[in-house]
């Protein structure tokens, strides 16, 4: 059992509902970032207990010694989950002020294929 399902089964235990992980790939300050096989268990958990995942990639551009970053979306795709229900679960929260660096110019957007989500988003923007 991995961490994160033993983490998913110690809430269940303690009767808290799991609606959501929150994930931030790749990692600050060191940029580490999630392997394959990690993020493929994050959305094989996510598709099984039907929860969503929130991916802060904020830092994808700036990855220096780490393996190869992969989106969260892009191995949904890889896996052709797109007409799954778990499709609708996956949001991706990025910023270009840490990618550009402008000072004091702070952009941030989130992609989801959620229409509550980017309903919600489109309102308060």
């Known amino acids: 059992m991995s961490a994160l399902e033993a983490a998913y089964e110690d809430a269940q235990k303690l009767h808290l509902k799991v609606k959501a992980v929150l994930v931030t790939n790749p990692s600050n300050p060191l940029g580490r970032t999630l392997i394959q096989e990690e993020v493929n268990s994050l959305i094989s958990l996510a598709s099984d207990k039907e929860i969503h995942i929130i991916n802060d990639e904020v830092f994808s ?5 780490s393996p190869c970053f992969t989106s969260v979306m892009e191995a949904v ?15 991706v929260v990025y910023s270009l002020s840490k990618h550009l ?21 489109t309102k308060k923007s």
Not at 61 to 65: K, P
Not at 84 to 90: F, G, K, N
Not at 101 to 121: D, H, K, L, T
């Open 61 to 65: 551009r700036t990855v220096v010694y």
């Open 77 to 91: 795709s890889d896996r052709n989950l797109q007409d799954c229900s778990v499709w609708s679960r996956i949001h």
């Open 101 to 121: 660096g402008p000072s004091g110019f702070r952009v941030g957007m989130i992609y989801s294929n959620n229409e509550a989500i980017v309903s919600a988003a």
